[in-house]
């Protein structure tokens, strides 16, 4: 069955009695021994898949509409990425709810993983900040479902479908303490605005003690050695400040009611 881990080890901890699987809910002998996309990216020495997988082009088709028509009107949103291990108590998840409330009251709707930790924080402060609250869960063998201040949740199959949401409904990115799913996202979102495929938006890295090697390293080395370029650094804001924060992102909307590009160097390159 599907299991949370537990916040300081990642080991299994938790059995919540039931396994997601896109908006499906499994126990018992129906739980799968692999997930959906596993056997989608499986290397095979034998010719089903051209029988197979023909057919699994329509659930992942099916996948992009039910996301395009759920998040569709959701109007101004940004994303908060971070660790589901990083629960309530911690200095990550206070700060992650109080950044997600100020962006709500600045006209954000608010998206995360929907999942526990930082994506819970995420979700309670846009509540508390009137936005809505969005959760974009995925099939993992050790996740739990959806957190229970998610207001629009949709559970995805596939990571890829999934990503595309994030990129397509996102207006803005904020990056918090996370781990290698964490870091996907980020990396995602700099090769995106990088390669111009999709417009510049801000993306913000908080937590200066957290994310400062990571940026060394990206200038010492990948810059150094000429993989990236100086307006590549200048794609991202670091900070220790949520007032900071809430600046990059800006408001949801400016006064005409349109969408808004926050003016900071943060937005795109140069």
Not at 21 to 41: F, I
Not at 143 to 164: A, I
Not at 202 to 230: C, K, N
Request: net charge negative; glycine share 12%.
């Amino acid at each position: 069955m599907a299991r949370s881990t537990d916040d300081s080890t990642g080991d299994p901890a938790v059995d919540p009695g039931f396994y997601s699987k896109g908006p499906l809910r499994l126990s018992g002998d129906q739980v799968p021994a692999t997930t959906t996309d596993q056997r989608l990216l499986e290397s095979k020495s034998d010719t089903d898949w051209v029988h197979e997988d023909p057919w699994r082009v329509m659930r992942i088709q099916a996948e992009f509409v039910e996301g395009f028509s759920s998040l569709a009107e959701i109007g101004p949103a940004v994303s908060i990425f971070g660790s589901a291990r990083l629960r309530a108590g911690t200095q990550a998840y206070a700060d992650t709810r109080e950044i997600a409330r100020r962006l709500a009251d600045n006209g954000n709707s608010i998206i995360t993983g929907g999942g526990p930790g930082i994506m819970e924080a995420g979700n309670h402060g846009a509540c508390e900040g009137g936005a809505v609250s969005i959760g974009l869960g995925i099939e993992l063998p050790f996740e739990t479902g959806l957190n229970e201040h998610v207001e629009l949740g949709v559970n995805f199959r596939y990571f890829f479908v999934r990503k595309t949401m994030f990129l397509k409904y996102s207006r803005g990115f904020v990056v918090m303490p996370g781990g290698f799913g964490t870091l996907d996202e980020l990396f995602e979102a700099f090769t995106m605005v990088q390669t111009g495929k999709v417009t510049s938006f801000p993306i913000v890295l908080f937590g200066t003690g957290y994310w400062q090697g990571l940026v060394d390293w990206m200038r010492d080395t990948l810059l150094a050695s000429g993989t990236i370029t100086e307006a590549d650094l200048r794609m991202f804001t670091l900070t220790d400040d949520i007032d900071e924060v809430v600046a990059a992102i800006g408001p949801g909307s400016n006064p005409n009611g349109e969408v808004s590009t926050a003016d900071n160097p943060a937005n795109g390159r140069s």
